[in-house]
């Protein structure tokens, strides 16, 4: 079984929809985060979270909101979805307590596209 | 502001050759690099690291050399292998509090039979 999952792997919508993307994870890591990925632009980091009770925006995290629900599961939401969201989003992990490396654990991938 | 370069949008190299990735960054806070390999439909995972204070680091095949004056890090694989064939990302930070990595362009390997 995989580390990070992420629901659902495929998504087409309708621009001004609402939609969530889920992610969870079974590594026991405190730290999870949010990126998308676009052509020519590498990854993007949107939202990250320390723990369940703290949340912090990354560098593009306008027209993004997360919620921490547990430390194993962190969901990134799209209020109104618009056509330049179209894009691949990971999610991925880090432990807090292996301070000597800062290697983050990345789920498959969600795409979206948005009409 | 792009802060990690990877000029190299595309690389094709024989099969058995070294293949050579490239790596550039502006900013001299940075103090720990990455490297991520990326196959389709799947995420990133991650393949070999390098703190500021080494110059080089080797695993396998793979070992990644880092000149901090040039603020270049390249990624070399030897030998290389069909298998190789992927995107590679390097990435950045700095101050291991945050976590936070800045992530390169990409560039796409190919490695001919």
């Known amino acids: 079984d995989a580390d990070v999952t992420q629901t659902p792997r495929n998504r087409i919508t309708k621009t001004g929809k609402r939609i969530m993307l889920e992610c969870s994870q079974t590594k026991g890591h405190d730290r999870m985060y949010w990126y998308r990925q676009d052509p020519g632009l590498g990854l993007r980091l949107i939202y990250y979270s320390f723990d369940v009770k703290d949340i912090n925006k990354g560098e593009i995290s306008d027209g993004y909101s997360v919620s921490r629900q547990a430390q194993a599961k962190f969901s990134l939401s799209l209020e109104s979805a618009i056509p330049n969201q179209t894009a691949l989003y990971f999610c991925a992990t880090s432990d807090s307590r292996d301070r000597a490396v800062v290697t983050q654990y990345f789920g498959p991938g969600t795409r979206l596209l948005v009409l | 502001d792009q802060q990690v370069k990877q000029n190299s949008p595309s690389l094709s190299v024989q099969e058995g050759r070294i293949s050579i990735l490239n790596c550039d960054y502006t900013?001299?806070?940075?103090?720990?690099f990455l490297w991520y390999k990326k196959y389709p439909a799947e995420g990133p995972t991650f393949l070999i690291s390098i703190s500021s204070i080494k110059d080089k680091n080797e695993d396998g095949r793979f070992t990644v050399f880092l000149n901090k004056s040039a603020k270049h890090l390249s990624l070399h694989i030897v030998p290389s292998q069909p298998g190789d064939s992927a995107v590679y990302f390097c990435?950045?930070?700095?101050?291991?509090?945050?976590?936070?990595?800045?992530f390169g362009t990409g560039t796409l390997l190919a490695v001919q039979p």
């Open positions: 900013n001299s806070m940075f103090d720990y």
């Open positions: 990435a950045a930070t700095y101050g291991g509090a945050t976590n936070k990595l800045i």
